[in-house]
């Protein structure tokens, strides 16, 4: 009743993001309890930090430019170093995968907050009434 049906979009950016997962190898992490704070390199912007600021538009991400003789020059150092670059490779895209999803459903999440909390504010305003 409240939550309505997924599309295929939907469907599509899951397997996406199950794909990443996979690909860097976070199969055995677990979540963290929502009594536990993660820490990472990277802290991830809260919505209300966004909707308190009133950014008018994100910063543009700009992608360092491809070198072509940047595989050659990690193949000479050795297949760790190709793999580092890989892995810091594979990474980068999937910052840039989670962002978009982020930025594609963070309207979608506002607008279904507020239309709940509004539907919750209405029983309660009315069980006082009566």
């Known amino acids: ?16 993001l199950e794909s990443i ?19 990472g390199e990277v802290q991830i912007p809260l919505l209300f930090d966004m909707v308190g600021s009133k950014q008018a538009a994100p910063e543009p991400v700009v992608e360092a430019p491809v070198v072509v003789d940047a595989a050659p020059a990690a193949a000479e150092k050795g297949p760790d170093a190709l793999l580092l670059h890989l892995d810091n490779e594979l990474r980068a895209a999937a910052q840039l995968i989670m ?21 919750r504010m209405e029983r309660l305003l009315s069980q006082y009434q009566s």
């Open 21 to 39: 997962r996979q690909l860097l190898g976070d199969d055995d992490l677990q979540p963290p309890l929502l009594t536990e704070q993660a820490d």
């Open 99 to 119: 962002q978009d999803v982020i930025d594609d459903f963070a309207p979608h999440i506002e607008t279904e907050i507020k239309r709940r909390m509004d539907a």
């Open 1 to 16: 009743m409240d939550t309505p049906n997924p599309t295929k979009k939907d469907d599509h950016l899951l397997d996406d």
